[in-house]
């Protein structure tokens, strides 16, 4: 799988789901990373590198390849089903962000 498919189906996968949030990475010319954040800390992220999709978990310090999405979101339902609660419709998320830019 190419890593454009691999970027594309790590989006589907985690995009607008509650927890997740998109980061910029420090190094130039990379892409961004996907984190799981719970409590106000990242407990792991997700990037596409070459035809790999990488989990580094930050409590352990590793890092965990996966081939495509499904064996992604297969090892997230078994260790972390927490990380993929349904996501809000589309129109109740830009509600959302709406409201965030709104000031009284």
Request: glycine residues 0%.
């Given at each position: 799988?190419?890593?454009?498919?691999?970027?594309?189906?790590?989006v589907d996968l985690v995009d607008g789901v509650p927890g997740w949030r998109l980061e910029p990475r420090t190094t130039p010319g990379s892409s961004p990373?996907?984190?799981?954040?719970?409590d106000g800390e990242i407990e792991f992220s997700v990037s596409v590198e070459g035809s790999?999709?990488?989990l580094y978990d930050m409590d352990t310090d590793r890092d965990t390849r996966f081939a495509d999405r499904e064996t992604l979101e297969a090892w997230l339902r078994e260790h972390r089903p927490?990380?993929?609660q349904e996501a809000p419709p589309p129109m109740e998320r830009?509600?959302?962000?709406?409201?965030?830019f709104e000031w009284n």
């Open positions: 799988m190419s890593a454009r498919s691999l970027r594309k189906a790590l990373l996907w984190c799981f954040v719970a790999e999709l990488v927490d990380t993929l830009k509600a959302k962000a709406r409201k965030f």
